[in-house]
């Protein structure tokens, strides 16, 4: 059997027995004025972070989830849209579809404001979605992309790429992990499956998004997420996991290769009132202005005494310019 078909039989177990302990994360889960997100929602958030950010969500866009677990970011997502099929879910498992779309009956009944309408479930695979080229504005998917080795995950990334309108969004969590890991781990379909063994560095996954065609990448989130320790895994070494919050913007690529926030910030605390880099960064004397990581970089070679350059906090959310 393949990791895929291991995936899916994972997922069929985990929305006929919800698993709380599946994927849990520290990062809170939004509440919003008038939204209640009912207990078993949250019992499978299978995620690994948060892919809604109001931000996002202006101006009524046509939202896709892909692996749509318990649905519980569907239905936050749908807070927002409010709109007929404005929220389109795609699952490969068929048990996940059928155990979300329960789900959001017990929604309707805990929020006025929800129409089980909004939402409008798909049985597809991420590998071949089933959506048309150029119709969303905002993809999300969370905690499922770490799963798929690297052609697959070319592969879904590239779909994601081709359902999004220009200059839409493709908003994602996932486990992520800067140390090598030995071959027993990758190979193990089980813990790839739990999307414990998946994850590739954050470089590379940056390195991904790039080479789709995504010309904007926001690091927007970077937390603890997991020890694979000696004893407990079949590792010799202690592997620190993390899980990121990223979005990819579908701009148009730069000459001079994507631009990668990842929440550094540039202060001139010169003589003049202002600086200039002629390259569209003017800097007001003591105030911070994000920057990318090339605009850090090419700031930091001018070799000046009068700018300060912070480093990564991976934490970045909008602001400044490339
Ligand atoms: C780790 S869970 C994440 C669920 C949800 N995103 C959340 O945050 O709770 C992975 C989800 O992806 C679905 N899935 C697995 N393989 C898939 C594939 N090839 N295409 C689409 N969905 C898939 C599973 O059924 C499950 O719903």
Redesign the pocket.
């Known amino acids: 059997m393949s990791y895929?078909e291991v995936?899916?039989d994972l997922?069929k177990d985990a929305?006929l027995t919800p698993n709380e302990g599946?994927?849990c994360t520290t990062t809170p889960i939004w509440r919003f004025p008038g939204l209640n997100i009912p207990l078993i929602m949250q019992q499978?958030?299978?995620?690994c972070g948060s892919t809604v950010h109001p931000r996002d969500l202006v101006n009524n866009p046509k939202i896709l989830y892909?692996?749509?677990?318990?649905g519980?970011?569907l239905l936050q997502f749908a807070y927002f849209s409010r709109q007929e099929g404005g929220v389109v879910g795609?699952?490969?498992?068929d048990e996940?579809l059928e155990a979300a779309q329960q789900n959001f009956l017990v929604a309707e009944k805990e929020n006025d404001w929800f129409r089980p309408e909004f939402v409008s479930l798909k049985k597809?695979?991420?590998?071949h979605l089933p959506v048309e080229d150029q119709s969303i504005d905002v993809a999300a998917?969370?905690?499922?992309f770490n799963?798929f080795k690297q052609d697959e995950l070319r592969q879904a990334l590239r779909e994601m790429y081709r359902v999004l309108k220009p200059y839409g969004r493709l908003v994602m969590s996932d486990p992520v992990c800067d140390q090598p890991m030995n071959d027993v781990l990758r190979n193990d379909e089980r813990l790839r499956a739990l999307?414990l063994s998946g994850s590739i560095p954050l470089e590379e996954y940056v390195g991904m998004l790039a080479e789709v065609g995504f010309g904007t990448i926001e690091i927007r989130a970077k937390r603890p997420y997991r020890v694979l320790a000696p004893g407990h895994y079949p590792t010799e070494e202690i592997i620190f996991i993390e899980s990121v919050e990223v979005c990819a913007i579908k701009d148009p690529m730069p000459m001079d290769g994507p631009c990668v926030f990842t929440g550094r910030s540039a202060i001139y605390f010169g003589e003049n009132e202002w600086f200039d880099d002629e390259k569209g960064h003017v800097l007001m004397q003591n105030q911070p202005l994000a920057i990318c990581d090339k605009t850090a970089k090419a700031l930091a070679s001018l070799g000046r005494k009068d700018l300060f350059i912070s480093e990564s906090t991976y934490h970045y959310d909008g602001g400044g310019c490339c």
């Open positions: 895929l995936t899916k997922y929305a599946l994927c499978m958030n299978y995620g892909v692996g749509v677990g318990g519980m970011e795609v699952d490969v498992v996940m597809g695979d991420a590998l998917q969370n905690c499922l799963i999307c």
